[in-house]
């Protein structure tokens, strides 16, 4: 990607922005603004800031450069083009797409971490009968049954070492694990899918099949061994750790086994914050059968969830798979209305949907060209 005349550098997320603003107001020379030791973000957990954001899981062939010259906040991609190892992106490639025409911008990889997806480098066909299911004895033990709306995906029993150890923890050689894969191709941090699987596993009362009645403790416990291997392991104390879907981690509903589960959810509720820079939240607002535009129908009680997480400062990255334009309309405004960041595309997640009225834009030049404006006009009004 060609560089514009761009202000490259200028992250939203290193705190550079109010330093600028300070020079502005001649508090300071721009060059000292910039510059001097920087105090790691991850030891205050600086919020990820986010206005805008995209979400394409495919289609990059033809993509990757409309990606790079994108306004939006965040890229949210897959690290791979087609999802196998033979087709991981570059260093290059992710340095060229966080390089936006409005500065530096996190780029984030999808990483499912509640199943097993058969196209990626790990998994081994053998493993699966004629039928689809695993084969006792040649199958891994971690490996469940498949997802019936996605046959190619399946179920894993992700609290057992074996499933871990492929997404975290080897560095190097063919079992490189999926994480260490992401870290070393650049990218900011991860977008970790069906988290919810905490909910296939548990209790029956759940709408579980029993098999670990603790597998919501055990989903937070997987969340958090993952960011503390990618910020300190590995070294990377600014990495992003955005969860999607799964909200039912914070309510007490999910641990009936507890004397008192309020208090067990409040309790693994700020286990899990303390982790995590936001959530993911996918079909809040128009929900149904259809892979796209289905009926105006709010998830309350997803909803109510949602509003914890912005209330603690965790950013909401509401994704409604809706193309009329009344219903975009009206997912951004419910959306917005609740500051969550809305994204509105189609389900296969193969292109950049661009919404007409909702173009992203480069906020932090609005941010800076309007402070500079109002420093101004308080000099002049001073005489």
């Known amino acids: 990607m060609q560089?514009?005349?761009?202000?490259?550098?200028?992250?939203?997320?290193?705190?550079?922005?109010?330093?600028?603003?300070?020079?502005?107001?001649?508090c300071l020379p721009v060059s000292s603004a910039v510059a001097g030791p920087q105090v790691s973000p991850r030891a205050s957990r600086i919020p990820l800031t986010v206005d805008s954001w995209t979400y394409q899981l495919q289609g990059y062939s033809a993509s990757l450069q409309t990606l790079g010259d994108s306004k939006f906040d965040l890229l949210v991609i897959d690290y791979s083009e087609f999802g196998d190892g033979g087709s991981e992106l570059t260093a290059?490639?992710?340095?060229?797409?966080?390089?936006?025409?409005?500065?530096?911008r996190p780029v984030v990889a999808y990483m499912s971490i509640g199943e097993a997806e058969s196209y990626r480098y790990y998994f081994d066909s053998n493993w699966i009968g004629p039928d689809n299911q695993p084969i006792p004895g040649t199958a891994p033990d971690w490996l469940g049954p498949p997802n019936p709306g996605f046959t190619d995906n399946y179920k894993v029993k992700y609290w057992m070492a074996g499933w871990q150890a492929i997404i975290f923890g080897d560095t190097s050689g063919a079992d490189k694990?999926?994480?260490d894969r992401i870290i070393d191709a650049g990218f900011d941090g991860v977008y970790l899918d069906i988290i919810d699987a905490f909910e296939y596993w548990g209790p029956t009362e759940n709408g579980g099949n029993?098999?670990?009645?603790?597998?919501?403790?055990?989903?937070?416990?997987?969340?958090?061994?993952l960011a503390q291997y990618a910020r300190q392991t590995r070294g990377k104390p600014d990495f992003i750790v955005i969860p999607q879907n799964g909200t039912g981690l914070i309510a007490d509903w999910t641990y009936p086994d507890a004397a008192d589960p309020a208090a067990e959810a409040a309790a693994q509720k700020q286990r899990y914050f303390e982790v995590i820079d936001g959530i993911g939240a996918e079909d809040t607002f128009f929900f149904g059968p259809a892979d796209n535009d289905n009926p105006l129908d709010p998830q309350t009680e997803t909803i109510a969830l949602l509003d914890e997480f912005t209330t603690a400062g965790k950013v909401v990255l509401a994704i409604?798979?809706?193309?009329q334009t009344a219903k975009i309309q009206t997912f951004y405004e419910m959306a917005r209305a609740r500051r969550y960041k809305p994204y509105a595309t189609v389900r296969d997640l193969d292109v950049m949907t661009v919404n007409a009225g909702y173009e992203p834009v480069c906020r932090w030049l609005e941010y800076w060209v309007g402070a500079?404006?109002?420093?101004?006009?308080?000099?002049?009004?001073?005489?």
Do not use: W
Not at 320 to 323: A, C, E, G, K, S
């Open 320 to 323: 409604d798979y809706v193309t």
């Open 3 to 26: 560089l514009k005349g761009r202000a490259s550098g200028l992250s939203v997320r290193a705190g550079i922005l109010p330093a600028l603003i300070a020079a502005l107001a001649g």
């Open 92 to 104: 290059q490639q992710i340095a060229n797409l966080k390089d936006s025409p409005c500065g530096d």
């Open 210 to 225: 029993d098999t670990k009645r603790d597998s919501a403790a055990g989903m937070v416990d997987f969340v958090r061994a």
């Open 372 to 383: 500079a404006g109002r420093v101004g006009a308080e000099r002049a009004a001073g005489g």
């Open 177 to 179: 694990s999926y994480l």
